[in-house]
């Protein structure tokens, strides 16, 4: 049998590094790095370059006990254990309660982790009886190459806490991953699929994760990848995204997550805390349909946290795509930092206005802003005209916001009233909803800003949306009302000096 393209790429690049086994499985994070990789070294940018962030105990005690009880001899396995916390809450869980073997793999890459992984590991088997192996290298490697040879033990249950890091479209780990059908951009994927793989049919997989996954088409593979083999039984949400891991002063939003091998599609449990001492936990259990939506070929996951049901799955009066209504939408095209040369701070003969958030706030617009840091003008030249768009009414929608705040969404209406040019340029951070490049009428750009705005479509938002980017793929995600009712709303709007939230909610409720 021929080698594997990762096969062959291992081989290849164990000749190039001495015989340590970190040191040659690091190379497929990071060939380049000059880092030093001893056991002593252990500095953050090593841990950012492992995607590594260790496990709280209380969230590795809540991820053991979200398990039913084992009914049988017990495979487990641990991918990117680091010092044993989930092997070891998983024993302390169920090994007095299982009277069937349990056998434990554990795999580390980190030379400065395996030490204390087989000490604790060690310490764990004599006091609860368990069986344990300890492998170092590179999962993913192993895996993947165990998974296409057919060899290898097959697991009845798997605990995971995995790296955190994007692998590039050439990286030995994508073409590993590719050799078992799975395309996806990150580590923690990649050994979520790599460990789905192995469990037997009725295994149980539970990792701690960024919920990342949930939505958009970079996850888009990954997630079919799981449902084709795999029924999501838990989701644990944490309110509060920086409380996780607050140690590791972790920013991406986790979320906790119990799957079944080939189990059938049922009920699924939504359980939430504000952070890992899960002293305010609360649960609720929703039908499979409120979670991945019926008919939705990108099966984007959402996450309600309430048993109320949204007046955007339950009216008929929100069913239209934004194409259906003869709109767009675009990321902002104009990338500042490529076009440097052409940026102006105020505007001058020859340059367009830019337009960043900043010049946004809520009902107010302000443009030029002398007092900001972001240019107020684009030069219009040859290199500049194809990001331009003609002067209009267009809504626009901030990319980025705080998770603490308000609303997620922002929508505001740009009136072309403020300027005395032809054209203008939108920034990278924000979101234009056109019409084929072209502006809309002002009613209907004013009353889509008014149904972005609202509370039950915020609220709808944040179900399959656990960061705060707000992604033009989001935006073409929503159903909408019909072009008729959006220019009543906008006609509202338009008359008015500046509608208050609670205007705004009651327009859209009426509407349903």
């Known amino acids: 049998m021929g080698t594997f393209g990762c096969e062959q790429s291992l081989a290849e690049k164990l000749e190039r590094t001495e015989n340590s086994p970190m040191r040659a499985s690091l190379l497929f994070l990071e060939e380049d790095s000059q880092l030093d990789y001893s056991p002593v070294a252990r500095t953050a940018s090593i841990q950012e370059t492992l995607g590594q962030y260790m496990t709280p105990v209380k969230v590795a005690d809540f991820i053991a006990n979200l398990f039913p009880q084992p009914n049988g001899e017990v495979y487990l396995l641990d991918a990117g254990a680091g010092k044993g916390a989930l092997t070891d809450a998983f024993l302390s869980r169920w090994g007095k309660e299982t009277f069937a073997p349990i056998n434990a793999d554990a795999h580390e890459l980190d030379d400065a982790m395996l030490s204390e992984l087989r000490g604790r590991m060690a310490q764990s088997a004599r006091d609860k009886g368990a069986e344990f192996r300890v492998f170092d290298g590179d999962f993913i490697v192993n895996a993947t190459t165990m998974i296409r040879l057919g060899s290898g033990r097959r697991y009845s249950h798997a605990i995971l806490n995995p790296p955190y890091k994007k692998i590039s479209t050439s990286s030995v780990h994508r073409s590993c991953l590719r050799a078992i059908g799975l395309e996806t951009v990150n580590l923690y994927t990649g050994f979520l699929g790599a460990a789905l793989e192995l469990l037997d049919d009725g295994g149980q997989l539970a990792a701690i994760v960024p919920r990342s996954f949930c939505n958009g088409p970079y996850y888009e593979p990954f997630r079919k990848f799981l449902f084709e083999r795999a029924a999501l039984r838990h989701i644990h949400l944490f309110e509060a ?223 399959f949306n656990g960061h705060t980017q707000v992604n033009a793929t989001d935006l073409k995600m929503l159903k909408y009302p019909t072009r008729d009712v959006l220019a009543r709303w906008g006609h509202l709007a338009k008359g008015s000096e500046g509608l208050s939230q609670d205007d705004i909610d009651a327009m859209v409720v009426a509407s349903a």
Do not use: C
């Open 241 to 463: 995204r920086n409380k996780a891991f607050k140690a590791d002063a972790v920013l991406q939003e986790n979320i906790i997550v119990l799957v079944e091998r080939d189990g059938s599609v049922r009920d699924i449990t939504i359980s939430m805390s504000t952070d890992d001492t899960f002293s305010d936990y609360s649960e609720l259990v929703v039908s499979h349909d409120r979670v991945v939506l019926p008919n939705d070929h990108a099966q984007v996951i959402h996450i309600p946290t309430s048993d109320d049901i949204s007046i955007l799955d339950s009216s008929e009066a929100f069913r239209s795509s934004l194409a259906d209504i003869g709109l767009s939408v675009s990321t902002g095209p104009v990338v500042d930092f490529r076009m440097k040369e052409w940026l102006r701070a105020m505007p001058e003969p020859g340059a367009v206005p830019l337009l960043y958030p900043v010049h946004f706030s809520g009902n107010q617009f302000s443009w030029p802003k002398a007092e900001s840091k972001k240019a107020n003008a684009l030069v219009r030249n040859a290199s500049t005209e194809k990001w331009l768009y003609p002067n209009g009414f267009y809504t626009v929608v901030r990319r980025f916001s705080s998770k603490e705040e308000r609303r997620r969404v922002v929508a505001s209406v740009v009136d072309p009233s403020h300027f005395e040019h032809d054209a203008l340029g939108f920034e990278n951070h924000l979101n234009v909803i056109h019409s084929g490049r072209a502006p809309i009428p002002e009613e209907i750009a004013r009353g889509i800003a008014v149904f972005l705005n609202s509370t039950p479509v915020d609220s709808y938002f944040r179900r």
